[in-house]
Structure formats: C-alpha cells, structure tokens
C-alpha cells in the first residue's frame, strides 16, 4: 500500500520557520520525484517545490530564497524547510509522489498525502 504521510505543520509567527517531513512507503522510491504542493483556502492548489531522485530541484517562485526540499533517500523522507514564512504561506500542505525524474505539474501527481495545516500569524 502507498503511504505518503506529511508531519511537522503548525502555528508559526511571521518571520518564523517550519520543517515539515513525507515519509513514503510502498513503492520505490528511487522511481519517483516527490514534490511539495499548498491549497489555501478558496484558492487553486500551486505547486511549491518538488525534488527527484536523481537531486534536481524546483521552486515557486514564491518560496525561493526562503524554502529548501531535501531528500533522505535512506530513510524515504523528503523534507520542506520553511523559514522567513509570511501570513500568505498559511495553506494545507501537500506531499506527493510522482513516477518519474522530473517535477511535473501539481495534478499529475500519481500519490498524495493527507496534508498538513501550515498557519502563519501576522
């Protein structure tokens, strides 16, 4: 069974920093490129940052300078380290697993997690 389970969401003050973790399970995870996505309230899903296997890296350009993803292949875990966040980060997170070595668009994900509430406080 695939199991993409997110953790590390919180309240947080602006100016403030987060960690959040994806743990993957049953599939293999070298296959695929696993990419973090958000989902505020009353607004489209975008895309955050995704990172392959193989180490290539994307970000919004909303969160770069601020946001690093890294990957701990051995543990199958991708990482969202968050700091500098602002009130305009508060969304629900999203991690997921995609078959394949390049960040694709935010619905072509083939696995999601359940998400984690990110909140930023002004």
């Known amino acids: 069974e695939v199991q993409l389970v997110e953790s590390g969401g919180g309240l947080v003050q602006a100016g403030g920093s987060l960690r959040l973790s994806c743990a993957a399970s049953?599939?293999?995870?070298?296959?695929?490129?696993i990419g973090w996505s958000r989902q505020a309230p009353g607004k489209e899903r975008e895309g955050v940052s995704c990172?392959?296997?193989?180490?290539?890296?994307f970000y919004a350009d909303s969160v770069k300078g601020r946001f690093t993803i890294s990957s701990d292949n051995a543990k199958n875990t991708v990482y969202l380290q968050m700091n500098s966040l602002k009130p305009e980060d508060t969304a629900v997170y999203y991690c997921?697993?995609?078959?394949?070595?390049?960040?694709?668009?935010?619905?072509?994900?083939?696995?999601w997690g359940q998400g984690t509430q990110v909140t930023v406080s002004s």
């Open positions: 990172i392959s296997s193989d180490g290539k890296t």
């Open positions: 997921a697993a995609f078959k394949g070595q390049f960040c694709p668009g935010v619905f072509e994900y083939d696995y």
């Open positions: 049953g599939f293999t995870f070298a296959d695929y490129t």
